[in-house]
């Protein structure tokens, strides 16, 4: 699977322009709070664990609810 480009995933921007290294945390960031398991698992292969661990950590933005999700999964 190529990078995700779902208009509904990037509806604030063109996702033509994005690049998967230089936009990295946000790219991630949606995928966190809105991706489908495909766009997951492209995610997992893309970024390293310790990156996307990174972002659930650090993020401002995350829906409140998404963070300890991703935190209980990324605890092992």
Do not use: C
């Not at 996702?15 to 698992?41: C, F, M, Q, S, W």
């Amino acid at each position: 699977m190529d990078m995700p480009s779902r208009r509904s995933l990037f509806w604030d921007i063109n996702p033509a322009t994005l690049d998967a290294k230089r936009h990295a945390n946000y790219i991630i960031e949606r995928i966190l709070d809105y991706g489908t398991d495909e766009e997951v698992r492209w995610m997992y292969r893309t970024y390293p664990r310790e990156l996307i661990r990174d972002v659930v950590l650090r993020s401002r933005v995350l829906r409140p609810e998404t963070r300890p999700l991703w935190k209980q999964l990324l605890a092992t």
